[in-house]
């Protein structure tokens, strides 16, 4: 018998919903939950066959971070609406959409439609260790922010448990900051974690900001040091993407840093700056962005050393920190 989990915010409909898809007798209603946060942590530990949740719920932000989860975790996602409120750009192509008064064999139709084609694949393998030498002094940061979480995914499969350090700012609501590490982590062979003031950067570990509270930047100090600083948000946005790009310029000869999808120009004005600094920098091209925002903006200032499509991001991060040997 498949499994449905419930997200709805109004226990009148959730309430409707469970009746109709019981008394079908071929599906369970294992939860009903009225918010993302309590969507996200059932679905990553009982892993239901489906989920139908409200697109009041699915216009949330945090809502890439659970769409991710489903497509990895291969649980189908239906969303609940009318037929004129479109699903944000960035859920991707696998969820399926019914409107509220659809007839009660119309609900029914499409979760057997979802769950027969849900396949549990997982998180994508880690890429096997490979011979290279990385120059001890790199550093590598990324920012990302709407279409971000399949993107920084796309990314970090390629990094190996010897990558050089990274640290990632991505656009996410502070309560799901642990749960993108989590996600984040089971997708590569280096070791993701929430970062905290006084961290040194070591190799094989990549660092996201633990929360919506501060911004996670580099010290002013002569070694890199990570600080989470609570300062006020930035163009909207804390953590921001400018903050820690600004924080990296007295290192910019070490740095490689990379601007991913995103809306709105949050790391445009900081990537050109460490690029003055001498920093490398990759912008994400416009064809491969769900919303060519944040790149744009930054190749517009001369920010963009070189601008590839996500699957050709990886690679050439890690090329760029490559040691260099004297023949």
């Given amino acids: 018998m498949s499994e449905i989990l419930i997200a709805h915010s109004s226990p009148t409909t959730a309430g409707r919903m469970r009746r109709i898809i019981e008394l079908d007798g071929e599906f369970h209603v294992a939860k009903i939950t009225s918010d993302l946060t309590q969507t996200y942590d059932f ?114 499969k390629h990094f190996t448990n010897t990558c050089p350090p990274t640290l990632i700012v991505q656009h996410t609501g502070g309560q799901f900051a642990a749960s993108l590490a989590r996600l984040l982590d089971s997708g590569t062979a280096a070791n993701v974690l929430p970062a905290a003031s006084g961290m040194c950067p070591e190799a094989g570990h990549i660092y996201l900001a633990p929360d919506d509270t501060a911004h996670l930047r580099l010290a002013r100090s002569r070694r890199k040091r990570i600080e989470i600083w609570p300062g006020d948000p930035v163009m909207g946005h804390r953590p921001s993407v400018d903050v820690m790009f600004q924080s990296a310029i007295p290192f910019g000869q070490d740095i490689i840093a990379a601007i991913l999808t995103g809306m709105g120009r949050d790391g445009a004005n900081g990537l050109a700056a460490l690029r003055r600094a001498g920093a490398r920098t990759i912008g994400q091209d416009e064809a491969s962005s769900v919303i060519y925002g944040m790149p744009r903006v930054a190749h517009e200032l001369g920010g963009v050393e070189k601008q590839l499509p996500i699957h050709e991001i990886g690679p050439a991060l890690l090329s760029a920190a490559k040691l260099r040997t004297i023949a």
């Fill in 43 to 156: 679905a990553e530990h009982q892993k239901p066959d489906a989920v139908i949740l409200s697109h009041a719920l699915s216009d949330c932000p945090e809502f890439e971070l659970l769409a991710s989860l489903f497509r990895i975790m291969g649980i189908g996602c239906i969303v609940v609406g009318t037929h004129e409120t479109p699903l944000p750009a960035e859920s991707g192509p696998s969820i399926a959409r019914i409107a509220t008064d659809a007839p009660d064999q119309a609900l029914l139709s499409i979760i057997r439609q979802v769950c027969s084609r849900a396949t549990r694949t997982g998180a994508p393998s880690p890429p096997r260790p490979q011979s290279q030498t990385f120059d001890p002094t790199r550093l590598i940061l990324i920012g990302s922010s709407a279409g971000g979480v399949e993107a920084l995914l796309n990314v970090l």
